[in-house]
């Protein structure tokens, strides 16, 4: 790819962002949800972000991951339930996953 239609092409994206991300505030003061809509979007973002860490938790490439990543995260997903500092809850998740390789889990 040419470097020109390399810069053109990331000025269109940043511009693109830009707008979106300005049209937001911008367009709240102006539309008002009913309560239900704006429920629905509350619930459909955790579930968005539900199914992203499902699939990177369950899956490496085009397969399963094995048994020791999902555990690793089911161990860090816990300790942030329970309130657990950030740091303890990315130590135990990766001990937790590294602990099960070393001892032949996959």
Do not use: N, Q
């Not at 810069?7 to 003061?29: D, Q």
């Amino acid at each position: 790819m040419e470097p020109l239609t390399l810069v053109i092409a990331t000025v269109v994206l940043g511009a693109g962002t830009f707008a979106l991300r300005f049209a937001g505030p911008v367009l709240r003061a102006k539309m008002t949800l009913s309560p239900k809509a704006e429920r629905l979007m509350t619930i459909s973002a955790v579930v968005l972000l539900a199914a992203l860490v499902a699939v990177a938790a369950l899956t490496e490439g085009h397969g399963f991951a094995g048994i020791a990543r999902p555990a690793g995260v089911l161990v860090g997903g816990v300790l942030a339930w329970r309130k657990a500092p950030f740091v303890a809850v990315v130590i135990a998740a990766a001990a937790t996953a590294a602990l099960l390789r070393l001892a032949g889990v996959p």
